[in-house]
C-alpha cells in the first residue's frame, strides 16, 4: 500500500519559515517524480516545486522561486519543502505528489498540511 505523509504545516507570521517533510512507502521511490502542490482557498491548485529524478535539480513556480528549496532524500523516500519569506499569499493545503516517471497514469497523493501565513 503506497503512502504519502506529508508533516510540518501550521501556522506563521509573514517573513517566517516553515519546513514541510513528505515520507513515501509503498512504492520504489527513484522511479517517481516528486512534486510539492497547494491549493489556496478559491483558487485552482498550483505546482509549486517538483524534482523529475532522484539527481535532477528542483523546479520553481515563479510565485515562490527564491523563497522554497525543495530536495530529496532518496535513502529516506523523503521530500522537503524549505518555506522562506512566507507571504500571506502563500497560505494554502500543500500536497505531497509522486508521480511514475515511465507510466503517467500511476501517481499518488498525501493528505496535505495547512500551512496559513498570518500575523
Known amino acids: 500500500q503506497v503512502q504519502l505523509v506529508e508533516s510540518g504545516g501550521g501556522l506563521v507570521q509573514p517573513g517566517g519559515s516553515l519546513r514541510l517533510s513528505c515520507v513515501a512507502s509503498?512504492?520504489?521511490?527513484?522511479?517517481?517524480?516528486m512534486n510539492w502542490y497547494r491549493r489556496a482557498p478559491g483558487k485552482e491548485s498550483e505546482l509549486v516545486a517538483g524534482i523529475l529524478k532522484p539527481d535532477s535539480d528542483a523546479n520553481y513556480a515563479n510565485s515562490v522561486k527564491g523563497r522554497f528549496t525543495m530536495s530529496r532524500d532518496n535513502d529516506k523516500n523523503t521530500v522537503y519543502l524549505h518555506m522562506n519569506g512566507l507571504e500571506p499569499e502563500d497560505t494554502a493545503i500543500y500536497y505531497c505528489n509522486a508521480q511514475h516517471r515511465g507510466t503517467l497514469s500511476i501517481f499518488y497523493w498525501g493528505q496535505g498540511t495547512q500551512v496559513t501565513v498570518s500575523s
Open positions: 509503498g512504492l520504489t521511490f527513484s522511479r517517481f517524480a
